[in-house]
């Protein structure tokens, strides 16, 4: 598992990545309660805003770490948009991207990293 400094995770099957936000950024959310997902086929940059999350705080972007073509979205945040206060890091994933530069992966944290940036 890789993270961003925007508090995205990612986790990688050959050119795949599955992205969502991190523990600590639902956590400061609050409780989600809509998420606007980018679109099957869509063709994304690194860094860019590709999703909204909305909880009873705010409303916020979701940035992805990598390049590439959205291959899947996750079906069940739009009918169980809680999911993601629930499991974060696993089963609240947002999308899976097809990498177009995995070099972008250099870029991003180890779990050990990214604690780190988080605590200070």
Known sequence: MK?????????LDGNIATVGITNHAQEQLGDVVYIELPKIGSTIAANASVATVESVKAASEVYT???GEVVEVNGELSGDPALVNRAAENDGW???VKLSAPSELDALMDK???DKFVEG
């Open 3 to 11: 993270f961003s400094k925007d508090h995205e995770w990612l986790t």
């Open 65 to 67: 770490p990598v390049s």
């Open 94 to 96: 947002f999308m899976k």
């Open 112 to 114: 050990a990293a990214y």
